[in-house]
């Protein structure tokens, strides 16, 4: 009922108020009108008696008669007959003859054309003044008479207009209640089907004949209960169901704090064995040296040799136990990703190298202009760091010849570095990744074999891929792709299968199932 009333008090106030103002300037336009007809009619009299005076002054004849008619009206007040000088010659009332009219109403003097009329609503009377011609001098003929007529009038049209206004007001009111009460009605009965469903009860129907676009709501509103009807479990079950899911959701929040405190172990556990290894390491390397420095005398270059050998694998034995810790933060060490050039990560990579460019005398290109990446910043630069490093590392040409460039191909950014070194056999195109290992001998080059195992990492967590190609005596290509943002942001998004087995509502056996029944069916 509040929509009706609310249809009905906006709608009926709209109408009233418009009804109103229209009524308001038809009563104004009315009493204008009846005003000037009765206006007029005096004006036709004092033209008409003003008229005979004239005519009756040059006859030495006034004409009483019509005089005296006009003073039996009950409708005129006086009238009179002013000279040019002023005095009243002929009057009604035999008291103001030889008087100055001037003194009674002094506009009389400031009348400029032939007729005024003087209108006075506060003492409801007016005075038509009519100029005329007494032999070569302008009298003047006053007729005084009353409002009364016109302020009767006036109260008259008001009287009927607000009659007509409250009767059409009524008619309206009436015309309004049935018709919006007859459009609200199949509102009220979806309103009550709304609720009743709210309630839990699947059997309700809307009870609406109408042909127009509420029975239409009407129908669809049934037809949508039907379908509720025929998909909707019960309340048991439903809440069951929440139930089993709530459950699942405070066990996966268990489990991801249990994972928090088990990296947090980890941690923990990698810097106290890393500090554990470390630390013989160092005294091995420390007393390494004592025995060069204090014994360098009493060694045989033999014995050097064999000390020289110990210090140098101490030190690749620490270098082995930091690239370990590293790859093991990589995962569980992320950084937050950003947006910035690919290039100042090149020059922040040029900048550290310096020392090692300038000595071997190494040229590196950049082919074009390289994007913007969206990246952890820290390790991308650590993946062009070790490219370039080795590129400069195993090359075996008194120029090294370093490229960089990019493209983009489907939704990724398709970096490459390039070097004219001594090449890579294809069958170790796969190899070079695995931790440790590492081409020729280890005495022959410096490092770990572990670089390239983190940085295939690096891209696989930022989700690229990385290969190279190469021909030997010509140099090696590294290339790896990291995707845009707006495609980065499609690859984080997990689908709704795998959130679906994460959180224990269906096993991956269910979902094979329903796909191969959907082949099956051909859909």
Known sequence: MKLFWK????????????????????????????????????????????????????????????????SGRKDLNFWWVVRDDGVIHLADNASFMGTSAYSYFPPIINIKGDEEVILNRKQNYGIFIKKFEAGKKEWVFLLSFSLRDIVEMKKKIIFMDTTVLILASLLLGIVLYVMIKFFTKPIKELAIGTQAIGKGDLTYKVKVKSQDELGQLANSFNQMIKDLQKITVSRDELAKEIEERKKAEEALQAQKYCLEDINKELDDFTYIISHDLKEPLRSIDAFSKFITDDYKDKLDEQGRFYIERVRMNTSRMQKLIEDLLEISRIERKKNILEELEAEELIEEVKLRMEVRIKEKNVQITIRDKLPRVYCDRVRL?????????????????????????????????????????????????????????????????????????????????????????????????????IPTREKMSSLCKKKIGEILVEKKLITEEEIKKALEEQEGAGI
């Open 7 to 70: 249809i009905f008090s906006s709608v009926f106030s709209s109408f009233i108020i418009l009804i109103f103002i229209t009524s308001y300037f038809i009563s104004i336009w009315n009493i204008s009108e009846r005003e000037k007809c009765i206006l007029e009619n005096y004006k036709a009299v004092a033209g008409l008696i003003s008229k005979e005076l004239e005519i009756g002054y040059a006859k030495s004849e006034w004409p009483f008669e019509s005089l005296k008619t006009l």
């Open 381 to 481: 630069t650590e993946v062009f760091a070790n490219l370039i490093s080795n590129a400069i590392k195993f090359n075996d040409k008194p120029m090294p010849l370093i490229e960089i460039g990019s493209s983009e191909k489907e939704g990724f950014y398709e970096f490459y570095v390039k070097d004219n070194g001594p090449g890579i056999e294809e069958q170790y195109f796969d190899k070079i990744f695995e931790i440790f290992q590492r081409l020729g001998k280890r005495e022959d080059n410096e490092g770990t074999g572990a670089g390239l195992t983190i940085v295939k990492k690096i891209v696989q967590m930022h989700k690229g891929k990385i290969w190279l190609e190469s021909k030997i005596g010509e140099g090696t290509k590294f290339y790896f792709t």
